[in-house]
């Protein structure tokens, strides 16, 4: 087993993003990513190698982002008037003002989903783990993930029509 330093570094990067996408909010994510490899150092001992280390890790994440969210720690974050990162030039101010409104409507989106849906879409559409890696994470039958990925998905998909109709004015 490799020593904790070396997870951390390898799979830290994967645990915030995937904090982020179970709704931990930006103000938080570093607490909980923590968290997530307190328990990792606390229970790599028990790790069994069925599955990958990072399944197993994604496991513990998801399960702590859900702690988290039931919690009623979620703090929400404000927006201000405050100028974004330092200004960029042109089209790349642009690219950035459009990425961090994209992802906005993707955290909103995401919103919508139950803890149960929304880690079977993120592990699967964002993060690209396979079926079977997703059931080992989550600790739930292949079928019981395919499930909720379909309900998922049709959740996903009225939301984003919804939001590209109200963008474009119902066009």
């Not at 496991?59 to 008037?81: L, M, N, P």
């Amino acid at each position: 087993m490799p020593p904790l330093a070396e997870i951390f570094r390898e799979h830290a990067p994967f645990v915030w993003r995937g904090l982020r996408r179970l709704g931990v909010p930006e103000a938080d994510v570093e607490d909980v990513c923590q968290e997530v490899f307190v328990v990792v150092h606390r229970k790599l001992g028990d790790f069994e190698g069925r599955s990958s280390l990072k399944t197993w890790i994604y496991g513990i994440c998801a399960r702590t982002a859900s702690d988290y969210r039931r919690s009623g720690r979620v703090r929400r974050e404000i927006v201000t008037d405050a100028p974004p990162e330092a200004v960029q030039e042109g089209g790349a101010q642009y690219d950035a003002v459009a990425l961090r409104q994209a992802r906005a409507t993707l955290d909103r989106i995401l919103d919508q989903l139950d803890d149960d849906k929304r880690s079977v879409f993120v592990l699967y559409e964002i993060e690209e783990l396979t079926m079977a890696e997703v059931a080992e994470a989550l600790g739930c039958p292949l079928q019981t993930a395919y499930s909720r990925l379909h309900a998922a998905r049709k959740i996903v998909e009225a939301a984003v029509a919804k939001a590209q109709a109200s963008a474009g004015g119902g066009a």
